[in-house]
Every structure is written in C-alpha cells, then in structure tokens.
C-alpha cells in the first residue's frame, strides 16, 4: 500500500539548490543523489517541479529522474523558498 504524499517545501528547496550548485554542462542529476530521501518521495516532488516548469527534466522509470537544469521561474521559486525560511 502506498503512503499518502504530502508536499514537502523542504526538499523542494534542497532539489531545486543541488540543481542551482551543478556547474554548467555538468552531468544530469537524478533522484539517487538524494541518498537519504525514500526514491519515490523525491520523485514524486521532481516531478512537482516539473509540472510548474521551475526544472527540465526527463523521466527514466517509475520514480527515476534526470534533471538537467533549473529555469528562470525555479530560480524565483527557489528565492522565494529561501527568503520564506529566514523568517
């Protein structure tokens, strides 16, 4: 049985700051490099962020992905992520 999956801001923020740290040209970042995050979890917000268009990102399985950068619109959500938490 699967469990409920509630958004997490949090690791919105974390996803969205690993794919903001990649150097340009950089090899694609997928749900594996978050090691201490359940797969499925972090899948499930990449693909959030996606829907909102705030990374690109392609699907390589159930709940692999391959991110391959931010756009402008997660740059704003992520500056807004990051001010909602010095509050």
């Known amino acids: 049985m699967r469990r409920a999956m509630k958004r997490d801001l949090e690791l919105l923020e974390v996803i969205l700051s690993k794919v903001e740290q990649q150097p340009q040209g950089a090899p694609f970042i997928t ?3 978050f ?3 359940d797969p499925a ?3 499930a917000h990449i693909q959030l962020l996606c829907d909102k268009h705030y990374i690109m990102a392609a ?3 159930d709940d692999k992905w391959s991110i391959s950068r931010i756009t402008f619109d997660g740059y704003d959500y992520l ?3 990051r001010e909602s938490t010095l509050t």
């Open 31 to 33: 749900n594996k490099d």
């Open 35 to 37: 090691p201490n995050r």
């Open 59 to 61: 699907q390589n399985g």
């Open 79 to 81: 500056e807004l992520l």
């Open 41 to 43: 979890l972090v899948a």
